[in-house]
C-alpha cells in the first residue's frame, strides 16, 4: 500500500518557467511534509518542509502548497534553473519528533532546458 | 558540519555471502536509518534505531539486520547476500528537533 504518491514521474520545463511537482497522501495522521533534492549519485537533501497546521511555506523560489482537506500538496519552483534539475521526493511522517519515520513517495525526475 | 559518512561508498559481493554496510554520523543524533533506493520504488525504510543498543524493523527488513553499537556508529548487515538485495543503501540521521533526517551519500551494492 503506497502512503505517498507523487505525479507526474517526470517533468521537463523550459528555464524561468514555473516546476510544480504534485504530491498526495492516505493517512490523515501524516503531520509533517518534507522534500528532498536529490541529484545523481548523492545522497536526498532537505529542500524544505512544511506542517500540517500551514497551508504554505515559501523558501526562495520554492514554495509548498498544503491541502489538507484534501490530502494533497504540491512543491512549485519559481524561475526554474537547470541546477535545479535533479529528482525530487515528498515524504510524510506522523506527530512526534522521536519517532520521525519517513514514508516517501517514488519521486518526480525535473529536467530544466536552457 | 553535520555528517553523515557511509562505508564504502560502492561494493560487489557474491551471492550467499555476509555483507556489512557502516554509517557513522556526527551530529549527536539519537535516530539513525537505513533506506534503500531502487528505480520506482523510491526509498524504502529496512531498519531504524533511537539509540545506542536498540534496532527496530522498517517496513523492508526480512534478509537484513541492524547493529547500533554506540550513538554514532549504526551498521546494515546481510547475512546471506542475494542478488535482489542489489541496490543504493543510505543511512540516514535526526532528532526530536530535527524531523527531517540526514541522510548520507549513499552504498552501491552489487550482489552477483
Known amino acids: 500500500q503506497q502512503q505517498v504518491r507523487q505525479s507526474p514521474q517526470s517533468l521537463t520545463v523550459w528555464e524561468g518557467e514555473t516546476a510544480i511537482l504534485n504530491c498526495s497522501y492516505e493517512?490523515?495522521?501524516?503531520?509533517?511534509f518534507p522534500w528532498y533534492q536529490q541529484f545523481p549519485g548523492e545522497g536526498p537533501a532537505l529542500l524544505i518542509s512544511i506542517l500540517s497546521v500551514s497551508d504554505k511555506k515559501e523558501d526562495g523560489r520554492f514554495t509548498i502548497f498544503f491541502n489538507k482537506r484534501e490530502k494533497k500538496l504540491s512543491l512549485h519552483i519559481a524561475d526554474s534553473q537547470p541546477g535545479d534539475s535533479a529528482t525530487y521526493f515528498c515524504?510524510?511522517?506522523?506527530?512526534?519528533?522521536?519517532?520521525?519515520?519517513?514514508?516517501f513517495g517514488k519521486g518526480t525526475k525535473l529536467s530544466v532546458k536552457s | 558540519e553535520a555528517a553523515v559518512t557511509q562505508s564504502p561508498r560502492n561494493k560487489v559481493a557474491v551471492t550467499g555471502g555476509k555483507v556489512t554496510l557502516s554509517c557513522n554520523q556526527t551530529?549527536?543524533?539519537?535516530?539513525m536509518y537505513w533506506y534503500r533506493q531502487d528505480t520506482g520504488h523510491g526509498l524504502r525504510l529496512i531498519h531504524y534505531s533511537y539509540g545506542a543498543g536498540s534496532t527496530e524493523k522498517g517496513d523492508i527488513p526480512d534478509g537484513y539486520k541492524a547493529s547500533r553499537p554506540s550513538q554514532e556508529n549504526f551498521s546494515l548487515i546481510l547475512e546471506l547476500a542475494t542478488p535482489s538485495q542489489t541496490s543504493v543503501y543510505f543511512c540516514?540521521?535526526?532528532?526530536?528537533?530535527?524531523?527531517?533526517?540526514?541522510f548520507g551519500e549513499g552504498t552501491r551494492l552489487s550482489v552477483l
Open positions: 493517512n490523515s495522521a501524516f503531520d509533517y
Open positions: 515524504a510524510a511522517s506522523f506527530p512526534g519528533g522521536s519517532n520521525a519515520k519517513l514514508t
Open positions: 540516514a540521521s535526526g532528532d526530536a528537533s530535527n524531523q527531517a533526517p540526514l
Open positions: 551530529n549527536n543524533h539519537n535516530n
